[in-house]
């Protein structure tokens, strides 16, 4: 009877010991922390990338607003043709300082018109582009005033010659 009671619970004890939760502690602490872990990385992963949407609207707006410089309507002025003028002064110095004079604002305006015109490789946004063509119209207008300065002085000498003869 003794070895039917073994045998019995011998039975009893292998059916229903898979039943039995395992129970490892430091295993279930790992995965409940990697199960953490997972949850925050995948909620930063969601702000992240509601952060890159915002931004990538706005850069995509400011790439929008890029062209390369287009300097079309932009007619040179030829300075150097200004420089007849300067033969109304009878005196050697002032007809140099004329010409050096001309010479000067045929530098600038030429300076001013190459960096105006010059063919850009990259795309600058389109403020920093009428920034460049303000510039160079202010310095043109500037040559332009200094010049009608010479032609009228000139003009001037021009007429008083004529009326002393």
């Not at 007619?75 to 002032?94: M, N, Q, T």
């Not at 920034?131 to 010479?150: D, F, P, Q, R, W």
């Amino acid at each position: 009877m003794k070895q039917w009671i073994n045998i019995c619970i011998l039975l009893a004890t292998i059916t229903t010991q898979a039943q039995f939760d395992y129970n490892d502690y430091v295993t279930g602490v790992i995965t409940e922390g990697e199960r953490l872990a997972a949850e925050e990385v995948l909620s930063e992963s969601k702000k992240i990338a509601a952060d890159h949407a915002k931004v990538a609207a706005v850069s995509a707006l400011i790439k929008a607003g890029r062209s390369r410089l287009d300097a079309i309507g932009i007619i040179p002025i030829d300075v150097l043709a200004y420089r007849k003028h300067c033969g109304s002064y009878f005196f050697p110095h002032k007809k140099r300082r004329c010409n050096d004079q001309v010479n000067l604002l045929h530098e600038a305006y030429t300076i001013a018109y190459r960096l105006a015109t010059v063919p850009t490789f990259y795309n600058m946004d389109i403020g920093v582009q009428e920034h460049v063509i303000e510039k160079y119209i202010s310095i043109a207008n500037t040559v332009e005033k200094e010049l009608a300065t010479i032609k009228r002085d000139a003009a001037k000498r021009s007429l008083l010659s004529k009326l002393t003869n």
